[in-house]
């Protein structure tokens, strides 16, 4: 369902007089004008009530006016494709899938960003500022067209309670790859015995339908050594036998997962939320999804909140860190924008460390500073200890090693992931009795033929 939120309902949204912000470096003094702003809704009510306030405040210090829509995820996905296909364009676009950034940014489908990035480059991390870089195949070379305002990283998510009924504490769970994610089954067996027959060990997500299975293979991949299947200079290494030890590894350890009953049958054909509706009827003893939006739901249930234990990866199994994915929530300028220079005004506006961190903070914490120095300023919500899973989620994004999503080094991965190739090998693994070997050469074969036809100039 699609929002309309006007300038006048602005005026009497809650703590709307709180916290505003006058006289900005980068809000100019012209006449009033209007841009218009599509918004993903968020996950809580608190981070649309956030970005509500960041426009009202917007508002009073430059004069101009913000008209925008605050449109679920999934719609915003099909919304923005129609617009950019129709070239009927808002003046920002907060994506629903950036999948649609890095290939809009190749076909030369978006303003270059750079200068708005400008206002505060050294304030960010390189993950974060990479997430924005994306490669433009009109003009040969890359640029920021992405403004990427709200990090996320996945971690895991299990249940304390459950933990504590099969007899273990959260000490116990092991700190290395694959004995954590063994570790789980024991947990699933022993509640089983005690009577509760519907309950698994966890959902790494397999199914070809949703997004969150893209991102759980990459990080099992870089956990077994093949981080590399993909690189910032926009190339595919299928041919690096490393690279395919890993696929190899990582189909074989999903699918004997799920073929063992680790994980419930459904899971084949689960979407992005399925998982967290699983879990939230305690379906799951661990769950691995991004952001912290599975605790969030539960904020005013503080109970059930703390009872959930946020974990950031485990080691490799050679005791060394394993990088995450550092995704974004981010926002785009569209080719034929109709007032250009208010959309990068407001964007300025948006990214200075005040106003990012008030947005940030007031959402709740589900979206990650893009800049360290918000947490270091404010420790006391980013890193206190009463908060359980936002402290481990801060921890694992702004003080873990992480990695830019693929696709922004080449959106050719942005096709291999559209077509699902690496989830469809491990469903071809289980259902079709494909080898593990067979099911990577397949994916790997599909993703060469891909990459080919996104060639990338190198300087």
């Not at 009530?49 to 008209?67: R, W």
């Not at 129609?82 to 676009?93: H, K, L, Y």
Request: charged residues 20%.
């Amino acid at each position: 369902m699609e929002r309309l939120t006007r300038r006048s309902l602005l005026k009497s949204s809650a703590g709307l007089a709180a916290g505003t912000l006058l006289a900005r470096p980068f809000v100019a003094n012209a006449a009033a004008t209007t841009a218009t702003v599509w918004w993903v809704q968020g996950f809580a009510h608190e981070e649309d009530t956030a970005f509500q306030n960041m426009v009202a405040n917007y508002e009073k210090a430059s004069g101009n006016t913000i008209e925008y829509s605050i449109v679920p995820f999934a719609a915003m996905r099909q919304k923005e494709v129609a617009a950019v296909t129709s070239g009927v364009v808002p003046d920002i676009i907060d994506l629903g899938d950036p999948f649609f950034a890095v290939l809009s940014a190749w076909n030369d489908k978006l303003e270059d960003l750079s200068d708005v990035i400008e206002t505060q480059k050294p304030l960010f991390m390189p993950t974060a500022l990479q997430n924005g870089y994306a490669y433009n195949n009109v003009a040969k070379k890359r640029g920021y067209y992405m403004i990427p305002n709200r990090m996320t990283v996945t971690p895991f998510h299990v249940w304390k309670s459950l933990l504590d009924k099969a007899g273990y504490k959260p000490a116990d769970i092991p700190k290395t790859w694959d004995a954590f994610l063994d570790f789980f089954p024991q947990v699933a067996e022993k509640l089983r015995a005690q009577g509760r027959r519907n309950v698994y060990a966890c959902s790494i997500m397999i199914s070809a339908v949703g997004f969150d299975a893209i991102g759980h293979f990459d990080h099992f991949m870089i956990a077994y050594g093949g981080k590399d299947l993909f690189t910032p200079d926009g190339k595919v290494h299928t041919d690096d036998p490393k690279v395919r030890e890993a696929a190899i590894k990582t189909v074989t350890r999903l699918a004997t997962a799920f073929k063992k009953g680790f994980m419930p049958q459904a899971i084949q054909n689960w979407n992005d939320n399925d998982d967290n509706n699983a879990f939230h009827s305690k379906l799951l003893v661990m769950d691995f999804d991004g952001s912290i939006s599975t605790e969030v739901a539960l904020w005013n249930n503080k109970e059930e909140y703390n009872d959930i234990l946020t974990l950031g990866l485990p080691l490799g199994n050679d005791g060394k860190p394993v990088a995450g994915i550092m995704g974004t929530q981010a926002m785009v300028v569209p080719k034929g924008a109709p007032n250009i220079t208010v959309a990068k005004e407001f964007l300025k506006y948006s990214l200075e460390p005040k106003v990012l961190a008030a947005l940030l903070k007031s959402g709740l914490g589900r979206r990650l500073p893009p800049m360290k120095s918000i947490v270091e300023n404010d420790k006391a919500f980013w890193l206190d200890p009463k908060n359980e899973p936002l402290q481990a989620y801060t921890r694992q994004g702004i003080y873990g090693p992480t990695i830019s999503p693929y696709e922004v080094y080449n959106p050719a991965r942005a096709q291999v992931s559209t077509e699902r190739l690496f989830p469809l090998a491990i469903l071809d693994v289980i259902n079709k009795g494909v080898a593990p070997e067979a099911a990577v050469d397949k994916a790997f074969k599909r993703t060469e033929e891909i990459f080919a036809k996104y060639p990338i100039a190198q300087s």
